[in-house]
């Protein structure tokens, strides 16, 4: 079975060749995948009926199982846990956001601006940073083109245009550079999916080499980078990635990505009780983030059950930023969303695994009420 989600343009043109179809078929069929979001290809009208037959016997479109979902208490966000073919299960969030300027409302939902669907790369993370559920979980596989790209489509199937993507669910997206990049390419694809290459945000925790293929790329995704200690010691235990990559080869690569691409980068620093959030922790991180084109997002940890970090009081959350402010470097908090849904990279899954029955199953709700 071919799956259609995991095909380029070329090669979708190429099978259609093969089967001695003109061309254009590959067009008319990623309008109805990537624009109606169909999942058959009976729903292709335009298609011949023979050649819907072809397709049902030898092709695809995937389209995960959803087995869980949660809803945090306003309704602004949601997180479905999907499976795949093989039964492995991955996280997908939804986080609507009332007050983005400069975008239309939304039809369906009045006063939603924004629309951001926060994907994964892989069932699992092989880094296995110690207060990351995902990371504690340990590693599975990575996922394919397509399953990258129908995480966003889940959430576009429900009617609404998605506006935002960021790759800053389960795994490390720059692990397997290549097949995150196809995703990528589907999702800004004018002919597919059609968002906007600085719509979408990719989160790395400092693979040197996909940082470097950015570089390279026309495309202007934007580019978030897992910092989380001003020094290597703690980033070696924090990050374990530090330990191949250490702060010296990382910044280098971002320094010269944003000297080349001329490109704002974002630095995630996940604030975490007596660990990372010390005042002459916040001056180490001035320091090493002198003349760097740069913005800092601090998020205050997620606590996970398997960890022995805390997050850090909102009192020092200030402090800390205020520190980075004075040196003039602009920072941000992180709205948290979905706390209390267990929206925290890899919880919704730890949830499921952990206490399967307070969780409550979509799937057999929308089959007791069909
Ligand atoms: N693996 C990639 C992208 C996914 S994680 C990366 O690490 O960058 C997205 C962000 O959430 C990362 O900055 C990650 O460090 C952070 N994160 C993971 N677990 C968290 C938690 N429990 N609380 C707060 N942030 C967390
Ligand atoms: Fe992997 Fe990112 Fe979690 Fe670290 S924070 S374990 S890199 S998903």
Redesign the pocket.
Known sequence: MIDLLNLTKTEMRDLFASWSEPTYRANQIDQWVYREHVTDFDSMTNLPRDLRARLTESATIGAPKTIAETESADGLTRKALLQLFDGQTIETVLMLYPDAPGSPEDDAQPGIKRRTVCISTQVG?????P?????QAGFIRNLTASEIVAQVLHFAREGSPITNVVIMG???PFMKFNVTWQAIQSLTDPDRLGLGARHITV?T?GEVPGIEQMTHKELQINLAV?LHAPDDELRNVL?P?NRKFPLKTLMRAVRSYTEQTRRRVTFEYALMDGINDKPEQARALTQLLRKQLCHVNLIPLNPTTASPYGRTPYERVKQFERILLNANIPTTLRVEKGIEIAAG??QLRQVVGRKAQETRHLQNERNQAA
């Open positions: 993370c092989p880094i296995g940073c207060f990351c559920a995902t990371g389960m795994g490390e989160s925790s897992s990050v990635l990279c890899g």
